[in-house]
């Protein structure tokens, strides 16, 4: 007898659940943005960018969490400022000598060389010619710091590509480099 009430109340369930199903319209849309989405013209304007504008610009004065403004011209004098006075904010615990390599052989090595001689890839195919060696320069953490955000002559700026603390590890492996020469 208990069977025949279980099978009565499941087909009775069945029946009711499927008895309001509509199948030309659903009866309920769960984000029905998702369904019916407002169509927007590509490049066209819209009210959230007001005047034409194609986004909104960030407040004046604001800068992103984290970084750190660099000061110092891309001038030479800013190149002078920078080789005499500029020190590395990373401490010995910060450091890390094998990411200093491994970004130095990612970004520098093609032009300087893995021993930083100036006969990397490219000078040796002779696509770049005068790459400097590290023992003949007068080079400081600062100065070197410098050229890798700004560039200088035929190298051009890795500010870009590298974070403020992955030049300063780029940097400490140059000087490494320049006493091993």
Known sequence: MKSLYKIVAV???SIVATSCF???KPNYQFFPNMYEAVPYET???HEVFKGGKEGLLPVEGTIKRGFVPYEIPNTPEGYTLAKETLKSPLDSLALDT???KALF???CAICHGEKGDGKGTLVKR???LGVPNYKDREITEG???HVITYGLNAMGSHANQLSQEERWQVADYVLKLKSEL
Request: proline share 0%.
């Open 98 to 100: 094998e990411k200093g």
């Open 43 to 45: 490049y066209s304007e």
């Open 126 to 128: 002779e696509k770049f």
């Open 11 to 13: 087909v009775g369930l």
């Open 143 to 145: 100065s070197i710091y």
């Open 22 to 24: 509509n199948k030309n």
């Open 105 to 107: 052989n990612i970004y």
